[in-house]
């Protein structure tokens, strides 16, 4: 479980395709205090930590199984790449975001960018069978980044991004056509779900 805090961004050091897609990334935390078995959020998808070092720099290993690859942008990972990174949630931790499962839902595509003085409004288009799931004012998680939606039309959503938010996660890299890991608010799904029910 995760709140959509990002708490380091990683650097994608190398990727291998054998079977599972494994993936090397190099990271600010302190990898002796990462247990094998671990679950980090890798922009926003909650994968397993299966091997861990320290040279040249500190790194820590995953797997992607061919369902993450079609559920997520994992496709588009290339060496270099750099990813929003968060540890999972220990008893006691602050829940600054909202709940964040690590399931991404699919994958939305960055249709605008526009600078609004010294934030940044970026515009989404959703999956058609997610859109429904977005309202104003609700929460979503877009790279591992718990993120607030200001305003929906359709398929499409906007999000506002402060300084802060582009200083210390990706999004002050976000381009027209990117493809963003989406997932939905729990709740909205479950109230969704009873709806449909009545």
Not at 46 to 52: E, G, H, M, Q
Not at 56 to 82: C, H, I, Y
Not at 133 to 149: D, E, Q, R, Y
């Amino acid at each position: 479980m995760f709140t959509g805090i990002v708490t380091d961004q990683g650097t994608i050091l190398a990727m291998e395709q054998a079977g599972d897609l494994s993936v090397r990334i190099g990271t600010g935390y302190d990898v002796s205090g990462i247990d094998l078995g671990a679950s980090i959020a890798c922009d926003g998808v909650c994968l397993t930590v299966v091997d861990l070092g320290t040279d040249p720099q500190n790194w820590f290993e995953v797997q992607a199984s061919a369902e993450t690859l079609a559920k997520s942008n994992l496709g588009d990972w290339a060496v270099g790449r750099v990813i929003n990174l968060e540890r999972a949630l220990k008893v006691g931790d602050e829940l600054g975001g909202h709940i964040v499962s690590g399931h991404v839902d699919g994958v939305a595509t960055v249709v605008e960018v526009r600078d609004e003085g010294d934030s940044t409004r970026v515009v989404f288009e959703a999956p058609a069978d997610l859109a429904r799931f977005i309202a104003p004012k609700g929460s979503v998680a877009l790279n591992g980044t718990s993120l607030t939606v200001n305003e929906v039309d359709g398929a499409r959503f906007g999000v506002n991004f402060i300084p802060h938010t582009k200083e210390v996660t990706t999004w002050g890299r976000v381009a027209v056509g990117d493809r963003i890991n989406l997932e939905i608010d729990t709740l909205a799904r479950y109230v969704a779900r009873l709806a449909e029910a009545s």
